[in-house]
C-alpha cells in the first residue's frame, strides 16, 4: 500500500514562508500528478496547485505568485513553497498523488499539515 506523508507545517508570522513537502512510499510503479489542497474550518477543501510528472504546475488562481509547487521524481516528493502569508492561510494542506500501483491507479492523499499563520 502507498502511504503520504506531509511535513513542514507550523506556526508562521504574517508576511512569513513555509515549505511543506510530501514523501510517497510504499507499491508505487509510477506517479503522475502529484497536487496539493487546502482547507480551512468550516470550509470545504480546495485545489491549491497540481504538477505533472514532466514539472508543468497548475495553480488555483488566487493561488497563483504566493505559492510554488515543484517536485522531485527521484524521491517521489512534492514540494510546496508558501510566502507572504497572512492569517487566511491558516488551514490544513494536504497533498495527493495519482499513483500506479500493483494493482492499477489510485489516488492517494497525506493526512495534511496544518499551517498557522498568527497576526
Known amino acids: 500500500q502507498v502511504q503520504l506523508v506531509e511535513s513542514g507545517g507550523g506556526l508562521v508570522q504574517t508576511g512569513g514562508s513555509a515549505r511543506l513537502s510530501c514523501v510517497a512510499s510504499?507499491?508505487?510503479?509510477?506517479?503522475?500528478?502529484l497536487g496539493w489542497h487546502r482547507q480551512g474550518p468550516g470550509k470545504q477543501r480546495e485545489l491549491v496547485a497540481l504538477?505533472?510528472?514532466?514539472?508543468?504546475?497548475n495553480y488555483k488562481d488566487s493561488m497563483k505568485g504566493r505559492f510554488t509547487i515543484y517536485r522531485d521524481n527521484d524521491k517521489n516528493t512534492v514540494y510546496l513553497d508558501l510566502v507572504n502569508l497572512t492569517p487566511d492561510d491558516t488551514v490544513v494542506y494536504y497533498c495527493?498523488?495519482?499513483?500506479?500501483?500493483?494493482?492499477?491507479?489510485?489516488?492517494?492523499w497525506g493526512k495534511g499539515t496544518q499551517v498557522t499563520v498568527s497576526s
Open positions: 510504499g507499491d508505487i510503479r509510477s506517479i503522475n500528478d
Open positions: 504538477i505533472s510528472i514532466n514539472g508543468i504546475a
Open positions: 495527493y498523488g495519482d499513483i500506479m500501483e500493483s494493482t492499477g491507479y489510485e489516488r492517494r
